[in-house]
């Protein structure tokens, strides 16, 4: 089994999460810069089998796709055009960067690693890979 990466897309900072390569466990793998993501994800594809993305879908709270949704299905067309053997799955978002601060909050850790946006990247993209794996286990 190969493992699914989960990314938590942003204009400026990406989040990512994975799998171990038995699907049963999500960890926070790391934060990138949106311009250093595709070169990033060659280098992880190249050294680990990667069977599945797992790509945060932006909506509403009326359920419609939000303001960023846009720039959202640009990067999904460009992430399977580039990587055209791994499928591309789509996961509701909502309220994961709110649980993301929450938890952090929560965590005991110090403030200033509270106050790094990357941490709360990271933790959204576990969130969404613990959605997707919630969905396809029930």
Known sequence: MGRLL?????????????TDPMQMFAT?????ASHEL???LKDYCSRETVEQFVLG???TLKNEPSESAQKINEFAV???????????HRVDE??????ASQTIAMSGMG???????GRIDQISAVLI??????????
């Not at 989960?6 to 994975?18: C, H, N, S």
């Not at 890979?129 to 029930?138: S, V, W």
């Open 6 to 18: 989960a990314i938590d897309y942003g204009t400026k900072r990406v989040g990512l999460a994975v």
């Open 28 to 32: 926070a793998l790391t934060t990138v």
């Open 38 to 40: 595709m070169p990033y």
């Open 57 to 59: 879908e932006p909506k």
């Open 78 to 88: 460009y992430l399977q055009r580039s990587f055209p053997l791994i499928p591309v």
């Open 94 to 99: 909502r309220f994961t960067s709110a649980i």
């Open 111 to 117: 403030k200033l690693k509270r106050q790094e946006k």
């Open 129 to 138: 890979l613990q959605t997707y794996l919630a969905q396809i286990q029930a």
